[in-house]
């Protein structure tokens, strides 16, 4: 039996002695590398980065630009946008009020912001204006067209990063020109920053096209100059009302005279 136990340890001495090696050759292995990351937040992060640098040269671009607005069911539009070298702007919006029977034209300028109804179908008089609040005040949603908006305070959004959106390139939509992205909210909230939608700027920041809900606006032509400020499209007067978006409601029958009473 003491023959078998040292012949035994002959054999096991070798192998006690050889295992802290192995066991410190495992462990320094290294772990295997884990797979590569997904590259779409990459992605995403330089999408936004790109139209926030549109955006931003959008709010240093002073232009006199006209834009088609496209609607489904409805005529096209032109409306003309005025960004001058003083930071005011007005955008003029043929049936813009009145359930598209009255034209206006929004300014917001040093005084305020302003709503003129301008002649047209619905509103027969002469243009005048009236004072709606401060110059960066919200346009109250019953007197609010919503095309002004993406050339004018839903650049402030585009530009925030803080802003629950997500901002992917996208395809220009039929007749746009311009480098494109298609921006949606992340939000739950009802009153979203901004219309989802597709966004299209030029290299120099000029928008080349925007399509929401609310319907399409391209770039008709290259812009002009802007002037120095913006003019008003009449006088501002106190005993008007703004025009509302909506149409005026219709007359019911019931409550007209009958034929033949005097």
Avoid: K
């Avoid at 996208?170 to 746009?176: F, I, K, Q, S, Y």
């Amino acid at each position: 039996m003491p023959v078998l136990l040292r012949s035994a340890g002959r054999v096991l001495g070798p192998l006690v002695l050889s295992l802290p090696t192995l066991l410190a050759a495992c462990t320094s292995e290294q772990p295997p590398a884990p797979p590569p990351a997904d590259a779409a937040p990459v992605q995403v992060d330089a999408a936004w980065d790109e139209l926030a640098a549109l955006a931003a040269a959008a709010q240093d671009r002073h232009l006199v630009a006209q834009y088609v607005y496209s609607r489904p069911g409805q005529p096209d539009r032109t409306i003309v946008f005025t960004s001058a070298n003083d930071g005011s702007w007005r955008v003029d919006v043929p049936g813009g009020a009145l359930g598209g029977t009255a034209d206006v034209s929004m300014a917001s300028t040093a005084d305020g912001l302003f709503q003129c109804a301008l002649p047209s179908a619905g509103h027969a008089e002469s243009a005048s204006c009236v004072r709606l609040g401060d110059r960066d005040d919200a346009v109250p949603r019953r007197l609010d067209p919503r095309v002004q908006h993406p050339l004018t305070d839903w650049l402030d959004v585009l530009t925030d990063r803080r802003a629950p959106l997500a901002v992917a390139p996208a395809t220009a939509p039929e007749g746009v020109t311009g480098t494109c992205y298609s921006v949606e909210s992340t939000s739950a909230s009802l009153n979203a920053p901004l219309d989802v939608g597709i966004y299209c700027y030029d290299r120099d920041g000029t928008p080349t096209g925007v399509r929401t809900g609310a319907g399409t606006l391209r770039l008709a032509a290259a812009p002009a100059p802007a002037p120095a400020t913006v003019q008003l499209a009449g006088p501002v007067v106190v005993d008007r009302e703004p025009l509302d978006t909506a149409g005026p409601p219709t007359p019911d029958p019931s409550e007209s005279p009958s034929a033949g009473t005097p």
